[in-house]
């Protein structure tokens, strides 16, 4: 009888240090998601910048459509540029399908290049991608100084440039929005601006984006 007391005890002993070691984990958990803020589009670009006029370049999208990148008439333009064997652009094809549907102010183009047309004909096929404007074209992607995919360029309703940079999840996809929307350069020009010294919220790392 003995034993068993003594065994029930040493049970609520450990449930107790259990529940103090949960609640310690918990408070940490908390104090680092507030720490580290959320990361933006990173932004690498030396060729254009926030601010800039829009490189007006005109194209021909693969369904026939001919039109200007840059040049829009009061509505948007968000650029996103990705490759048929990009894993990571694969995996937001279904945040821009949803985005086609809710931003309905902002015109969607997909972009890319390379020769073999009917290899990009058979990836919008796959992926069901009939719905977007999908563009090949080296010169659109150079002018915009596109280095590293996915990268997404959004452009106001009066043709220049509103955020733009690397964007490897919907997070980042969503930030070029929010950017626009706080009238700055980034997500990390907002919550770092150049007068606070950068303290208090951890920096993205260009590590991570590649």
Known sequence: MEMLIGAVVVLWVLVLVLAVVVFALARQ???????????GALMINQQVKVGDAAPEIGVEALNGRNFTIG?????????????????ICKTLLPVLKTMLK????????????????A????????????KFDYVLS?????SYGVGK???????????????????????????LFEAQELGVASIQEYLNPPDSGGEGVTQFDPKQAS
Do not use: T, W
Not at 29 to 38: D, K, N
Not at 71 to 87: H, I, K, R, T
Not at 149 to 160: H, S
């Open 138 to 142: 080296e010169v659109v992607g150079r």
């Open 119 to 130: 290899e990009h004909e058979r990836f919008v096929e796959k992926e069901s991608l009939q």
């Open 149 to 175: 995919l996915p990268y997404g360029v959004l452009i106001d309703g009066r043709g220049v440039i509103a955020s733009l940079g690397i964007v490897n999840s919907r997070e980042h996809l969503e930030s």
């Open 71 to 87: 040049q829009v008439a009061g509505s948007g333009q968000l650029l996103f540029f990705l490759s048929p064997d990009c894993p």
């Open 29 to 39: 958990i908390g104090v680092l998601y507030e720490r580290v803020a959320p990361a």
């Open 102 to 117: 809710s931003e309905k102010a902002v015109e969607i183009v997909l972009m890319s290049d390379g020769d073999d047309v």
